[in-house]
């Protein structure tokens, strides 16, 4: 029998912290920062994904 190969698909998503629509607050709260989407208003984190963003490559 033949080895199976095991592949993996991964995706590039733009977060909040990387995209330049999002002033982020000074202040960390809990080691988090959190700022302000100039393209909708809303409070978002750091690590949330973009809602805005077409950048979602697969691999």
Same mark, same amino acid.
């Given at each position: 029998?033949g *080895? *199976? *190969? /095991?592949v *993996?698909?991964?995706m590039?998503i733009?977060? #909040?912290s990387? #995209?330049?629509?999002? /002033?982020?607050?000074p202040?960390p709260?809990?080691?988090?920062y959190?700022?302000? #989407?100039?393209?909708?208003?809303r409070?978002?984190?750091?690590f949330?994904?973009?809602d805005f #963003?077409?950048? /979602?490559?697969i691999?």
């Open positions: 029998m *080895r *199976r *190969r /095991e *993996r698909a991964t590039k733009k977060v #909040c990387n #995209c330049n629509e999002w /002033e982020k607050d202040t709260y809990n080691g988090i959190f700022g302000k #989407c100039k393209v909708d208003g409070i978002k984190y750091e949330h994904k973009c #963003c077409e950048e /979602e490559l691999y």
